[in-house]
């Protein structure tokens, strides 16, 4: 240790990391160590020749006396700047960035000060590319509307930025509670939402986050539809985080919402076509034959009325009575024939998958939003069918039951879809059934009759096509009657051998 | 021109349809004559046919609307009683703008076909007439000379001798001469038997 006391000032002053100078009350170098020399490019020779006010920049030369005399008449130890980095001039004309600090060492009646120099260039300028790349973040996140939030899983707690409190409807910048949050969704969308949530959280899973609600802002009333995508961080198998963002569609869904009823529209107008030309088959082959029953009747008729019997002719009348009426189902039966004539390609089918394309091509046509109970059978054996049809089947079922809900405002409209086996007919059995208001025995005997229908805008083929493509496909569709609520299809398909 | 009683034309393709309402027709003492198509119709018309036609308006080839217009270019005032599968407005307005007399609905009952035949009768007969007439009063009026078409133009649009004499630059007593020339040539009685003629001979203006 008595060595080390001994140490020179000099020994020390070179030995140091940090830039260091001493300077004297005029502002002259005395001394500069070699991390200074360096900093700056002096060699030690040089550096001695200059004052200290050759070492910044021009313009705070002027101002730099002042300070220096006021430091003369108040020396103390302190850092210059106010926190700000300051700017030295090094040999070469390059300007640097620098923390400065002060010391001030009397020593034999003379003032000296002794100037540290920190270098900050490189922090300085990582702060100034995170600054950067922070504000472009900003800018992206203000051009697409991006909120972002990120979700506490284990406190139930939800920070949430400026643009995120927007699309919430909320001004409150504190950090809100979870129902709190989730009180806004609105309630026919809940269900789903959670749904995705707790795939998200679900520590076996990806933790990918992603759902699509409506919003509604408590002030106004307002409704939006809402974007979110976001990623579960766990720790040790809990998930403790959930980060991600939020974006306003609204508008896009109205776009899709028109584009949609467009689609519809050409749809019910091209399945209207068909419905009037097989209808007006069906009436020309018919009538021609009823038209000679009708006359060849009434001509019999006539004669009996008035006792002008010529049996010879009445004979042929009535001949012709039933020569037309027999070629009448004739015609239907050509008529039948020709409709189903198309040979149905058929495939082994998993049902399990069919039914969830099937509620996937629902949602995509604008008939999603309910909550699903899915009684899948992961082992259930191929069935034989087209798969096409199954699942127009399905479609077809499932919006029947979205429109019957909707109707009657179901609050949370549900449909449950289970997969069974019929053992003793060896088929797979597929279960529809719907929370909406059940069907009245009247209306349940002329459902699957050809253009039957309670809507105003249907044309009534639906469940009739639906049961033809059933019993092409080797199954039966029926309702099961007698529910108190909701309304239960089920059909059967023959498995594959 | 017509010496002989209506007949009731049916064009339609349907055998089974033509037979039972040729049986129905007949039985109500009205002569039939069926024809299976347009074209067989066309090439079998006669200018004496009188009575009426009905035409079905599905039929391969020409159809009925088809066959109703071509009626009208060749000057056919027999009148059209349509009969369709399923008659729907545009069909039916069309028909009946283009001068159709009815639309009827397969399966027809007796009672509304013959009620329509009669009433087609009817106005087969009216068409007749008028055409008669109209052939006396062309056949009356083209004896006239040019003159006398000119003073006559004139009297029948309520003009006095004395304005017609002005008019023509003729004399008042010329004008008399004319006039009771064109009366005894039309073989009218007064100046409204003679405003009838000109009309049905569409020499009215």
């Known amino acids: 240790m008595d060595g080390l006391t001994n140490l020179s000032f000099r020994a020390l002053f070179d030995a140091a990391v940090e830039a260091k100078l001493l300077v004297d009350a005029s502002g002259r170098i005395v001394l500069a160590n070699p991390a200074v020399q360096l900093l700056l490019g002096y060699s030690e020779d040089e550096i001695c020749e200059v004052t200290i006010e050759m070492l910044m920049p021009a313009k705070y030369c002027e101002q730099h006396r002042h300070y220096r005399a006021f430091f003369s008449n108040n020396p103390e130890k302190r850092t210059m700047g106010n926190g700000k980095a300051l700017t030295a001039l090094c040999r070469d004309g390059t300007e640097i960035m620098l923390d400065i600090s002060l010391s001030p060492i009397k020593t034999q009646g003379q003032l000296y000060v002794l100037i540290t120099f920190i270098a900050t260039d490189q922090r300085f300028k990582a702060e100034e590319a995170l600054r950067a790349s922070e504000e472009r973040l900003r800018l992206a996140k203000q051009a697409a509307g991006l909120g972002i939030f990120d979700c506490d899983c284990k406190n139930k707690i939800i920070y949430w930025d400026e643009q995120m409190r927007r699309l919430w409807g909320q001004d409150s910048d504190d950090p809100v509670a979870y129902d709190e949050f989730l009180s806004v969704i609105h309630p026919e969308d809940r269900a789903a939402r959670k749904a995705a949530y707790n795939h998200a959280i679900d520590p076996t899973g990806n933790g990918e986050y992603s759902a699509e609600f409506r919003v509604i802002h408590a002030a106004s009333g307002i409704e939006r539809w809402i974007v979110t995508i976001g990623r579960v961080h766990f720790e040790a198998g809990h998930a403790m985080r959930l980060v991600g963002v939020a974006q306003d569609v609204t508008e896009q869904k109205h776009l899709q919402k028109k584009l949609q009823e467009q689609r519809d529209e050409t749809e019910s107008f091209f399945k209207q076509q068909v419905a009037t030309r097989t209808a007006s088959a069906i009436a020309h082959e018919l009538n021609q034959p009823l038209t000679a029953i009708s006359a060849y009747s009434e001509v019999i008729l006539h004669a009996l009325n008035n006792e002008e019997i010529d049996s010879d002719k009445l004979k042929g009348a009535l001949e012709g009575c039933i020569a037309q009426a027999q070629r009448a189902g004739r015609s239907l039966h050509e008529l039948l024939a020709f409709l189903q004539k198309s040979e149905i390609k058929t495939e082994q089918l998993n049902l399990n998958d069919v039914i969830c394309e099937a509620l996937s091509i629902a949602e995509n046509d604008g008939y999603g939003g309910f909550h699903k109970i899915l009684n899948l059978q992961p082992d259930l054996p191929a069935v034989q069918g087209n798969r096409t049809q199954v699942q127009k089947v399905l479609v077809n079922l499932f919006r029947n039951a979205v429109e019957a809900m909707r109707i009657a405002s179901v609050p949370t409209a549900t449909i449950s879809i289970s997969v069974g086996t019929l053992a003793k007919a060896n088929m797979a059995s597929v279960i529809v059934q719907d929370n909406g208001p059940s069907l009245d025995k009247d209306l349940a005997k002329q459902i699957f009759e050809p253009f039957f229908t309670t809507k105003p805008s249907g044309i009534g083929m639906g469940l009739a096509i639906s049961r033809a493509l059933i019993e092409a496909n080797g199954g039966q569709l029926w309702l099961d009657p007698d529910l108190n609520t909701g309304t239960r299809f089920r059909f059967t398909l023959p498995f594959a051998i | ?205």
Request: net charge neutral; charged share 25%; with cysteine.
């Open chain 2, 1 to 205: 021109m017509t010496n002989h009683e209506p007949v009731v034309y049916i064009v339609d393709d349907e055998p089974s349809v033509r037979d039972s309402l040729t049986l129905m027709i007949e039985q109500a003492n009205i002569s039939v004559q069926s024809f299976e198509s347009a074209e067989a119709f066309l090439s079998a018309y006669e200018a004496d046919f009188f009575g009426c036609i009905i035409i079905d308006v599905k039929m391969p080839e020409m159809d009925g609307l088809q066959l109703h217009i071509e009626l009208l270019h060749r000057k056919v005032w027999l009148p059209v009683i349509f009969l369709t599968g399923h008659g729907d407005i545009p069909m039916s307005v069309k028909a009946i703008k283009t001068g159709a007399l009815d639309f009827l609905t397969k399966p027809v009952t007796r009672e509304k076909l013959l009620t329509c035949i009669r009433s087609a009768f009817t106005e087969a007969k009216k068409r007749v007439d008028e055409a008669a007439h109209k052939q006396n009063a062309l056949a009356c009026l083209a004896k006239l000379t040019q003159r006398e078409r000119e003073v006559m133009s004139l009297a029948v649009q309520g003009c006095c001798n004395k304005e017609i004499a002005a008019c023509l630059g003729i004399s008042h007593r010329t004008v008399e001469v004319h006039k009771s020339k064109i009366m005894w040539k039309t073989g009218s009685i007064n100046l409204l038997d003679l405003v009838r003629i000109t009309r049905e001979g569409d020499l009215g203006k």
